[in-house]
């Protein structure tokens, strides 16, 4: 559909096929959804003042990589206690280190479109907002777009964001997909695509789910923004799409249902109480673990509200977390959901994602533009005018793994493990057993290789040899049986060879 062609009429016609009752009531217990307001306020305020013992026991159960209850989540929730927070942050970083060693993945997002049918009063692209500069990108832009991500900066791995509108439905998210596997272009020592293409687009039916799936989308994102219905309600508007909460809610139920392999959660910290959205994240799992053999969010994400341009509401929210509080939201999320991914973006300052990262989070983005044809038009400064919101942090991906490697992290580029079947139900045993992360060292420092030798600026190469070195001889000692097959690999790539992978 071309942007300039829908009608108001066409427009109203759309919104009104989207949702379909019976792909919402399906999920539920005894008529409900699984958020029961009334007791995660109940169970909030019975674990107040927790006693040591017990806190020592629940990090205990997140240390052997199983997921909380509610009420042991509550309890943490509740910890005042200096020293006891700091065993928390403690039990964080090292349960984040046996499930996902000393990896960090690096990705991009890529926004397509800002049309969009809703009026979520916290995000610039609210139909109602005028100063936005709408604008859909074309498919040879989209192509272009890659094109800068994958062969000049050097990204593997995407999230793609759409607005919800007729002219970013299905059939379109399912083009800029394709669109974005097809490019292949040639790097310094030999060639950059984008292996992953995650999206982060508004609830769909399993019939459009599975158009996605049929393309190979990788991870479906979708952000309940806030669990507690009321708190929703007033976010978004009446009578507006997304003004429906169980629709969304069941978003992931549905693209499990659908057979997409990777679904991941998240909250918008912001918008009403922060301990309340933790405890939606928990039974956000909890009920996709219960439903689907296990299988939980393979990520969870915890955007806290960013100004926004003509946007008032994101300055006036009485709910903003403040910096003490996102840290101790972050260990306790990769506590009560210990094999999880955890994503932390852009939106954040350098200062804060340098705290935070080493409480568990394992996924960033960096040289992000959020701006639609933001990466080929060059435009560096952000213009709040074409941006959902403001970054807080726009440092190069050189920049940034270059920081990392100094922290003693490895940036790995690896899809592998989705192209090898290590997804869904399979990853969940790999992770909670420490598996993964054995396929995920060998896999990190091949893609390692690759990106330095193809992007990496002379200072950042340095600090990161001193890195691959390092893992080179962990491998070596621990894996000795493999080492002279990744050896194999890693000459093949010096000489120019990409995507090799175990
Ligand atoms: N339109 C789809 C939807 O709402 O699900 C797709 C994605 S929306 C463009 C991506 C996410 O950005 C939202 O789910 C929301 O959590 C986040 N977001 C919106 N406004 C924001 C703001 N002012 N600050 C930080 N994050 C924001
Ligand atoms: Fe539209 Fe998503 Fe922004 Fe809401 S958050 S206005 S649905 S783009």
Aim: hydrophobic share 35%; aromatic share 10%.
């Amino acid at each position: 559909m071309n942007t300039q062609q829908i009608s108001v009429k066409d427009e109203k016609k759309w919104v009104g096929n989207v949702i379909r009752e019976d792909e919402v009531t399906k999920y539920f217990v005894d008529g409900k959804d699984f958020i029961n307001d009334d007791e995660i306020v109940e169970k909030l305020a019975k674990n107040k003042n927790p006693d040591k013992a017990k806190i020592r026991d629940i990090l205990q159960k997140s240390r052997a990589v199983e997921t909380l209850s509610p009420n042991e989540t509550a309890a943490l929730l509740n910890v005042e206690d200096e020293e006891l927070l700091e065993e928390m942050y403690a039990a964080a970083s090292e349960i984040k280190k046996k499930v996902y060693d000393n990896r960090i993945v690096t990705f991009a997002p890529l926004y397509c479109s800002n049309y969009c049918v809703n009026n979520c009063l916290y995000c610039a692209f609210g139909s109602e907002n005028k100063v936005q500069k709408r604008r859909r990108l074309t498919l040879d832009e989209v192509r272009n777009e890659a094109e800068v991500l994958a062969g000049e900066i050097g990204h593997k791995r995407l999230v793609v964001v759409y607005g919800e509108h007729p002219v970013s439905d299905v059939y379109f998210i399912a083009d800029t997909i394709k669109a974005i596997y097809d490019v292949k272009v040639r790097t310094k020592n030999g060639f950059g695509q984008i292996r992953r293409v995650n999206i982060n687009a508004a609830p769909m039916s399993i019939n459009d789910l599975t158009i996605l799936r049929n393309v190979g989308v990788g991870t479906y994102q979708v952000f309940q923004e806030t669990y507690n219905h009321k708190a929703y309600a007033h976010v978004h508007p009446a009578g507006t799409l997304k003004s429906n909460y169980r629709w969304r809610i069941y978003a992931l139920h549905r693209a499990l249902d659908a057979g997409v392999d990777d679904v991941a959660i998240g909250a918008l910290f912001g918008l009403y109480d922060w301990r309340f959205e933790v405890m939606g994240l928990l039974y956000h799992a909890i009920d996709l673990e219960r439903l689907f053999g296990g299988i939980g969010p393979h990520t969870v994400s915890f955007p806290r509200l960013e100004p926004a341009a003509n946007t008032p509401f994101t300055n006036e929210s009485r709910y903003k977390v403040s910096d003490e509080d996102f840290k101790k939201l972050v260990a306790i999320i990769r506590l009560s959901i210990p094999y999880a991914g955890m994503i932390i973006t852009a939106r954040e300052s350098a200062q804060i994602r340098r705290e935070v990262i080493p409480l568990g989070c394992t996924q960033t983005d960096a040289s992000t533009r959020i701006g639609i044809g933001a990466y080929s038009d060059r435009y560096n400064d952000q213009e709040a005018e074409r941006q959902q919101f403001i970054l807080g942090d726009t440092r190069s991906l050189d920049e940034v793994i270059r920081e990392f490697a100094e922290m003693g992290l490895i940036t790995s580029f690896c899809t592998a493990g989705y192209r090898c079947g290590r997804t869904g139900e399979h990853i969940m045993k790999l992770l909670r057993t420490g598996t993964e992360a054995r396929f995920c060292k060998l896999n990190a420092v091949l893609t390692y290789r690759e990106w330095l030798d193809d992007f990496a600026s002379d200072e950042t190469k340095k600090v990161g040899e001193k890195v691959i070195r390092q893992e080179m001889k962990e491998i070596k000692e621990q894996m000795s049986t493999v080492y002279p097959s990744l050896v194999k690999y890693y000459r093949r790539i010096e000489n120019g060879e990409r995507d090799l992978y175990f």
